[in-house]
């Protein structure tokens, strides 16, 4: 697999970020046909944080603009912040898939 991500200068400003290497737990709501919903939860790993979004590292890519529910860790051990999050980019990780397992790099902003 080639390595598909352009490098361009980016005019978008990138608050400093912190690293953060957790599990971070996740919801995504989707529409059924016949109007109800389903919820697919899951697992990602968070790389990094800051305070307008995360990169987070998922077995899937959810779409552009899909919004999820993730728990963000707090200090303390036991407490996460269920927080919405807009996936704004995704890239699968160009190291190619094991097992038929492929992951992928996720950017999320912060919904206030």
């Not at 957790?22 to 059924?32: F, G």
């Not at 990094?48 to 590292?57: A, P």
């Not at 996460?80 to 699968?92: C, F, I, N, Q």
Request: glycine share 6%; aromatic share 8%; hydrophobic share 45%.
């Amino acid at each position: 697999m080639e390595w598909e991500w352009p490098i361009q200068d980016s005019h978008e400003s990138h608050r400093e970020r912190a690293a953060l290497l957790r599990p971070i737990p996740y919801e995504i709501m989707a529409q059924e046909s016949g109007g109800s919903s389903l919820v697919n939860r899951g697992k990602a790993l968070s790389l990094n944080i800051s305070s307008g979004g995360m990169l987070i590292l998922m077995d899937q890519a959810p779409k552009v603009e899909q919004v999820l529910k993730i728990y963000v860790p707090t200090p303390v051990a036991l407490a996460e912040t269920p927080t919405l999050a807009e996936v704004r980019w995704t890239r699968m990780v160009p190291f190619g898939r094991l097992n038929s397992y492929a992951a992928h790099f996720v950017g999320i902003k912060f919904m206030f």
